[in-house]
């Protein structure tokens, strides 16, 4: 019998093609790169399932390439990029995996946070120069404890990071819209201020909120100069949520003492106007500045786990069963599919 085909439009674990191949014939992208668009359209052609990544498209082009598609198997936790309408209509499944990504997020948060109030990679730096001869009076940062830190947003990631800062000897703060319960504030610890409050007494602020048409630029240069005077901030948001060259205002001018990222602006293709590259000035301030590439999940177990449940997915698809990450009920099924290969 003829195994049904899957693209696989990102590298991934061998695992996971293990896992697969026992029962499907894969078309494999082995580069670290995504598959180039017009790839795609062609390797579909006679695809049963794809399994697509965050910047994946999956419209209405991709779905008039793939008359055999009956998956497209999402490594995002929420819908993204995709017109779900036309995947009902045609008979697609289109399906999600379990959110796994706010531990490792959250601990490189903490990671952030200590590396830009230590002045870690400038320590770094020195020490590679050659120039360290033993303890000096120098690179003086600033600690955590008895300090107050603020959280704008409180969803899975925020709640994530304030239960592994228990034992730091932190004031929290946070403000979201949507409030915590009594007894999960209790558990972790934490009170909910005004957004206005919480810039004013926070000596770090961590950005743990979605990017919404009312969050984009909420750190602007109004609210940075809201906030205490010499503070810090960390974005495990999205870049848009911050405006980098108020950030790079607020630094050189000595209103902000550091800036940690693992998210850019210049990532935020879903808006025409995004800037192509990061702000040059933050780039070269690297005495008060923490970047990393957008790493918060980059943990290989985690990965690893998060394609693993996408290609269930596509394994109970194939069997003619609802996939256990659907998120819609497609209308018809596909008369060109092959049957269950097992």
């Keep these: 019998m003829i195994k049904p085909r899957v693209v696989l439009t990102h590298w991934v674990h061998d695992e996971v093609i293990d896992y697969l191949s026992s029962q499907c014939e894969l078309v494999r992208n082995h580069s670290r790169e995504s598959m180039p668009r017009k790839t795609l359209l062609k390797e579909i052609a006679d695809a049963e399932a794809v399994m697509v990544f965050g ?8 779905i008039a ?28 499944w289109y399906t999600i995996v379990p959110d796994m990504r706010h531990t490792p997020a959250s601990e490189l948060a903490i990671g952030l946070l200590i590396g830009v109030t230590r002045m870690l990679p400038e320590g770094d730096r020195f020490i590679r120069s050659g120039k360290f001869n033993g303890w ?12 107050t830190l603020g959280f704008l947003g409180m969803g899975a990631l925020g709640q994530a990071i304030a239960k592994r800062l228990e034992g730091f000897d932190l004031k929290l703060l946070y403000a979201d819209p949507n409030p915590l319960s009594k007894d999960r504030e209790y558990a972790l610890k934490i ?5 206005d409050d919480l810039l004013a007494s926070s000596d770090f602020v961590i950005l743990s909120l979605p ?17 205490k005077k010499h503070a810090y901030l960390i974005n495990m948001a999205r870049g848009s949520v911050v405006e980098e060259t108020a950030v790079v205002k607020a630094l050189a001018e000595g209103r902000l003492a550091g800036y940690a990222a693992d998210v850019f602006a210049m990532e935020d293709d879903m808006f025409s106007d995004h800037p192509e590259s990061i702000n040059p000035s933050l780039v070269k301030n690297s ?19 998060i394609t693993l449940d996408a290609a269930q997915n596509i394994l109970e698809a194939i069997a003619g069963q609802r996939p256990h990450g659907a998120v819609n009920q497609p209308e018809v099924s596909h008369g060109t599919a092959s049957e269950p290969f097992f």
Excluded: W
């Design 136 to 147: 000096r009076a120098d690179h003086y940062g600033t600690g955590l404890s008895g300090k």
């Design 287 to 305: 005495l008060h500045t923490v970047f990393t590439p957008h790493i918060g999940s980059a943990v290989d177990d985690v990965r690893r786990n």
């Design 191 to 195: 009170t909910r201020k005004s957004q």
């Design 211 to 227: 990017l919404l048409p009312n969050t984009r630029g909420l750190i602007n240069a109004e609210t940075v100069g809201k906030l």
């Design 65 to 92: 390439a793939a008359p055999k598609l009956r998956i497209a198997a999402s490594t995002t936790t929420q819908p993204k990029n995709v017109d779900m309408n036309a995947c009902t209509k045609r008979g697609i």
């Design 55 to 62: 910047k994946d498209t999956v419209d209405a082009e991709m």
